[in-house]
Nanobody, 120 residues
Framework: QVQLVESGGGLVQPGGSLRLSCAAS????????MGWYRQAPGKQRDLVATITDPGLNNYADDVKGRFTLSRDGAKNTVYLQMNNLKPEDTAVYYCYLQFRVLRRDPQDFWGQGTQVTVSS
């Protein structure tokens, strides 16, 4: 079984910063992709940022230059540093994992989500 433990959400004023973390554990042979998506009320779940096994980052256009995704491979953990937050960043942020177990196809797994609210 696989677990994703998310932390770091909360309430912050516009222009402020937050850092989300997501730690993966369990029956994981290797990790292909890890990162974050977000879903605002009444909207679909959208990409925020992901990082692949070779270390390639992919960011949504509206977070480029403000958010930075990094990883600690030894801990199977990713960190999303969010700076200059805007009210439109308000959403539930979900950790995403694509992993492999030995001799199986890649599998997708989602965290339970953490609320980020940007408001004065």
């Amino acid at each position: 079984q696989v677990q994703l433990v998310e932390s770091g959400g909360g309430l912050v004023q516009p222009g402020g910063s937050l850092r989300l973390s997501c730690a993966a554990s369990g029956s994981i042979f290797s990790i292909n992709v890890m990162g974050w998506y977000r879903q605002a009320p009444g909207k679909q779940r959208d990409l925020v940022a992901t990082i692949t096994d070779p270390g390639l980052n992919n960011y949504a256009d509206d977070v480029k230059g403000r958010f930075t995704l990094s990883r600690d491979g030894a801990k199977n953990t990713v960190y999303l540093q969010m700076n200059n937050l805007k009210p439109e960043d308000t959403a539930v942020y979900y950790c995403y994992l694509q992993f492999r177990v030995l001799r199986r196809d890649p599998q997708d797994f989602w965290g339970q989500g953490t609320q980020v609210t940007v408001s004065s």
